[in-house]
């Protein structure tokens, strides 16, 4: 049996376009757990008079990204943005680009993002995710004062658009395989070593189990349905 570690936003977003073949569907695979989460960060040059995505509202923005993903495509339909996407490789590419004003603002992963947070680099404008933002949260002191997506009054958004890395098998994996590896991932994300080394290399554990997982998955599948034609007009494809 083979099973992956994966993040299931995109392959979410292949399916709904029809880019998937034969009867593959995500909401099919077999969750085993998820082994973290990562809230994402919309943020614009340190220089910048914008200071909320409600600044942007009804604009248009050049956005600086490695690809177009449903994070930024959602977040401007729900807000009446128009997003001229220009893609770069890395992202210390879309920072310099809005760095030095070829573009208005990039978006990206906490866990990348915080490196380039700075008075002399970027500023945060929006944080998507379901923490809150307290002393708790890695990088608080560069994320102090940044609006949530609950605090502009989309907390639906929240657990949909942060990324989340997953542990799946195939569809219908028998109950006597699935039972065993799932408490062997969930055992695995509680042994204090493996969260120690996680630690030590600056990653998160957060961890969920295979039914929370799996409910997660279907809730992430249902809200994309809904922006299909916001995500199809964003990839020139409607």
Same mark, same amino acid.
């Given at each position: ?11 979410? @977003? ?6 998937? +073949? ?18 994402? %960060? ?6 910048? !008079? ?10 248009? %923005?050049?956005? #600086?990204?490695?690809d177009i993903s ?6 401007? !339909? ?10 770069? !490789?890395? +992202? ?8 030095? $004003? ?15 947070? $700075? ?32 605090? %502009? ?14 542990? #799946? ?5 028998? !109950? ?6 799932s408490d062997a991932?969930? *055992?695995?994300? #509680?042994?204090?070593?493996? @969260? ?18 799996? +409910? ?9 349905? *809904? ?12």
């Amino acid at each position: 049996t083979k099973i992956a570690s994966t993040e299931p936003g995109y392959a979410s @977003v292949n399916q709904i376009l029809g880019r998937t +073949t034969g009867d593959f569907d995500i909401r099919d695979l077999t969750y085993l757990g998820r082994a973290t989460i990562d809230p994402q %960060v919309f943020a614009v040059a340190a220089d910048s !008079d914008v200071n909320s995505i409600e600044d942007l509202e009804g604009q248009s %923005v050049k956005h #600086a990204g490695q690809d177009i993903s449903p994070i930024e495509t959602i977040v401007y !339909d729900t807000f009446g943005i128009k997003g001229d996407f220009i893609l770069h !490789d890395a +992202t210390s590419e879309t920072v310099l680009a809005v760095r030095r $004003g070829d573009s208005d603002i990039t978006v990206s992963s906490l866990s990348s993002m915080l490196q380039y947070l $700075g008075e002399d680099q970027l500023k945060p404008i929006l944080f998507v995710g379901t923490e809150e933002v307290n002393e708790d949260l890695l990088g608080y002191d560069k994320l102090k004062g940044v609006e949530t997506i609950t605090d %502009v009054g989309h907390e639906e958004l929240g657990a949909v658009l942060e990324q989340y890395r997953v542990v #799946a098998g195939p569809p219908e994996m028998p !109950d006597c395989m699935s039972t065993i590896l799932s408490d062997a991932v969930s *055992k695995t994300l #509680a042994d204090e070593e493996f @969260v120690a080394e996680a630690e030590k290399a600056e990653l998160r554990v957060i961890p969920e189990g295979a039914d929370e997982t799996t +409910t997660r998955i279907a809730e992430i599948y249902s809200t994309f349905e *809904k922006y299909s034609d916001a995500l199809k007009r964003a990839l020139g494809e409607g």
